[in-house]
């Protein structure tokens, strides 16, 4: 039986063989007529005409035929067996198209076998065998291939073969490289057509296919056919292999990489098994509840299971760190030397006794019951009063950490609930950084400026507040980046604001709302003299004795260079005179350590007017007292006739509720103009104009209506107010008196105006009663109900 080696094309180009019959080759008259002939059967291939082969016999019926056929010079019939496994096969297992082949070399081999080197002749068709024994012997027929009539199509189809057939060869390689040169310098196309069918990588029935197919045209196409199938195959297979290639070597060189990180981390003591450790010794020293630990453990594994170099390892173990270092029941102990906070909290701030009574009320029950949820204090007042230092007294008065969270122009609630931890650079809200930051889970955290969160595209901050002011929710705050609730309700809360219009009415309602007035001149004085002018000398590096400021020269600064509510713009003329003292000691000038009158307005420059009485001194001007969110002020209201039709006029830049206020006086005065002894043609013939003063600010609200009405009935009976008088209340229609808010606020703001008397609603008594008696002892105060009284008080006989 025959067995086919591969084609050993370099050998056969060595030994001096052309691949293909030259084209020279001819037949002998012999040959022609010869039509019997010893056929020997292989496997695993198929021979075309005018193409090159070895072929090796291993068993003695082929070696015997190829022997006896060379040595006669005889031509031998190849044929193809159907199935390769055969060891003998009969007829019925040949097929009977085969090509007849001339024995040019025969070489024996080192193991017995034989390899002959044959070139085809033409292919045949067997008619039947003669014998069987000592090997096949047939009758044929010869076949001829026919040629086509589309000469340019054919030629085309060829050149389009021999370009797939080189870049078959290019990419399998297991082809050897001299094919590529056999291809580029077979001339011939039918010689180029049989090479290639014979060396194909093609199935044995494939290519008894193409032997039998009788048009070159025919066999052409299905042969380019297969070679499309091979080349499609080969493309999927080196793309498959260079993929493969490239993820084993990715692979292999994160192996060897990790390999060295990690020999690295052993010999620097670091790496995941470090960082796993070190987060369970943290752990031990933290006493938390089952749910947490749970939690933590979970956590902990899922560390272990990520790679060091994954970008998640970083954000897993940021976020075990973080989750280790909050201060999980860890409290300080609270205080409750209830005398020593007083003192602590009188020697920060002067005044505030409001607060500083709730505060001590707090303590007082906490120190009974020992355990009680910590209130939510909002401390509304003007700027300046101290809101936000209150909050560090009322810490060490409780013996508590302090932190400050400013939430001013907040306008992104993962501000306050943190980010989730599949964001890049997410992080925990600010809430529970503070109480990290702290190292208590029960510090007091004063959120200041509560009233100016804002609201954005990411969620409104002041609603993730209901959550964190409300004592019954916020003892398991939920917070994203956390993922686990954290008890908040031992934290002391203090929120600041100048004015409650701005916060949400469901947060408002979370906070016991203490509101802080401002301060009197002698309060002022006494902040002054006992924190101002001492914190104001340290920051210019002055001594003690530097300079000295009595009570009277801080009250004029007070009330010429000041109009404020708090101490602010107070500290910031005593550090204006600290300044001038520093430059007098650095240019070693003479100057008088105690600071006289004239001395501080030479340094402050002009003061500010404060008499009123000079704008009351024409008919219809008239001081109303107003409240505003940086407290209590003085503001004028005028009014003035003019030849008309009774027509009213208001400027100023007022709200609807003054104007209302105003239009309400002129029916009151049509109305009552006979008691009030105003002509009523006066009141059909003239035009009334009223007008507010400063019109940039906007103005609004009830309190100005019986200052309104009283300016009008100035004008119309062309008589003065009486000097330094100031008032506030709302009227009706029937001129009824009406209680306002903002009391202490206004009268303080009356007596920096220098006002002598004020009016007011008579139900504003008990607001009056709430005011410390020696901050009003200089000015008289009027009770009323009616604008009648008003007006017997206000306007000048």
Not at 433 to 452: A, R
Not at 756 to 774: A, S
Request: net charge negative.
């Amino acid at each position: 039986m025959i067995e086919i080696e591969d084609i050993a094309l370099e050998n056969l180009l060595e030994d001096g063989f052309s691949i293909v019959a030259e084209e020279d080759t001819t037949e002998t008259k012999q040959e022609k007529a010869q039509n019997v002939f010893p056929i020997l059967p292989v496997r695993n291939m198929v021979m075309f005409p005018k193409v090159v082969i070895p072929i090796t016999a291993g068993r003695e019926k082929s070696i015997k035929l190829l022997e006896d056929s060379h040595k006669i010079g005889d031509l031998i019939g190849v044929v193809s067996q159907k199935f390769s496994n055969l060891e003998n096969p009969t007829e019925e297992d040949l097929y009977t198209v085969g090509t007849i082949a001339k024995i040019i070399k025969i070489i024996k081999l080192p193991d017995g076998n034989i390899s002959a080197i044959t070139r085809g002749v033409q292919r045949f068709r067997i008619k039947n065998y003669i014998q069987t024994e000592p090997y096949f012997l047939a009758e044929i027929e010869k076949l001829k291939d026919s040629t086509t009539k589309k000469k340019e199509e054919f030629e085309a189809l060829i050149d389009n073969i021999k370009d797939l057939a080189i870049k078959i060869i290019d990419l399998d390689p297991n082809i050897p490289g001299a094919a590529n040169f056999a291809i580029r310098n077979i001339e011939n196309q039918e010689d180029l057509l049989n090479f290639i069918c014979t060396n194909g990588n093609f199935g044995s029935e494939a290519k008894q296919r193409l032997l039998e197919e009788k048009s070159l045209m025919n066999r052409a196409k299905k042969c380019y056919e297969l070679m499309h199938d091979d080349f499609r195959k080969l493309e999927l297979k080196n793309q498959i292999h260079q993929k493969t290639s490239k993820d084993l070597d990715k692979q292999q060189r994160e192996y060897f990489l990790n390999q060295q990180i990690r020999t690295i981390q052993e010999e620097l003591g670091g790496g995941t098994e470090t960082d796993v450790e070190e987060l369970k010794n943290k752990a031990e020293k933290i006493s938390w509840n089952a749910e947490i630990e749970e939690h933590f453990q979970k956590e902990l594994k899922r560390l272990q299971r990520l790679n060091p170099n994954a970008p998640d390892y970083n954000v897993q173990r940021n976020y075990l760190d973080f989750f280790t270092e909050l201060p999980w029941n860890t409290y300080s102990k609270d205080i409750f030397d209830i005398p020593k906070a007083e003192k602590v909290l009188n020697k920060d701030h002067f005044g505030l006794e409001d607060i500083k009574k709730r505060i001590l009320e707090h303590m007082a029950v906490l120190k009974l019951k020992n355990n009680m949820k910590s209130p939510i204090l909002c401390l509304v007042g003007p700027p300046g009063v101290g809101k936000t230092s209150l909050g560090k007294s009322i810490a060490d008065a409780l013996g508590r950490k302090y932190v400050r969270m400013s939430l001013g122009g907040l306008h992104d609630e993962s501000e306050i609930r943190g980010h989730r931890k599949t964001y890049i650079g997410a992080m925990a809200g600010r809430l529970l950084q503070s109480i990290k930051k702290s190292g208590t889970s029960n510090p007091v955290i004063v959120l200041d400026e509560i009233d100016k969160l804002g609201q954005g595209i990411h969620g409104d901050p002041s609603s993730a507040l209901l959550e964190v002011l409300d004592p019954e929710q916020n003892h398991s705050f939920y917070d994203n980046f956390l993922e686990i609730g954290y008890d908040l309700s031992k934290v002391m809360f203090i929120a600041t604001a100048n004015s409650l219009s701005t916060i949400q009415t469901p947060l408002l309602d979370r906070m016991e709302v203490i509101q802080l007035s401002g301060y009197t001149i002698e309060e002022k004085v006494e902040i002054a003299k006992r924190h101002l002018i001492k914190k104001q000398m340290e920051e210019t590096g002055l001594q003690k004795d530097a300079y000295k400021l009595g009570n009277k020269e801080i009250a004029h600064v007070i009330e010429a260079f000041t109009r404020e509510s708090g101490v602010r713009n107070l500290e910031k003329q005593i550090a204006k005179i600290s300044r001038w003292v520093a430059l007098q000691i650095t240019m070693e000038r003479e100057y008088e350590p105690k600071i006289s009158i004239e001395k501080i307005d030479e340094i402050l420059g002009v003061p500010m007017s404060k008499n009123s009485s000079e704008m009351m001194d024409v008919p219809g001007v008239v001081t109303g007292l107003a409240w505003t969110s940086v407290g209590g002020d003085i503001l004028f209201i005028e009014s003035i006739l003019s030849k008309g039709k009774g027509n009213l006029s208001m400027t100023g830049n007022l709200g609807n509720v003054m104007k209302e206020s105003a239009t309400i006086s002129l029916e009151y005065i049509k109305a009552k103009h006979e008691g009030l002894g105003i002509s009523l043609e006066d009141i059909e013939n003239k035009n009334i104009h009223v007008h507010v003063p400063e019109g940039a600010t906007p103005k609004d609200g009830p309190s100005a209506g019986i200052a309104m009405l009283t300016s009008m009935v100035s004008s119309y009976l062309n008589k003065k107010v009486k000097p330094h008088l100031a008032m506030t209340g709302e009227i009706t229609l029937r001129g009824k008196v009406l209680p306002v808010g903002g009391i202490k606020e206004k009268l303080l703001a009356a007596v920096r105006a220098d006002i002598k008397e004020v009016i007011l609603c008579d139900d504003n008594k008990k607001d009056v009663e709430e005011i410390n008696k020696k901050y009003l002892k200089n000015i008289k105060i009027h009770y009323v109900k009616t604008m009648s009284e008003v007006v017997e008080l206000a306007i000048e006989k």
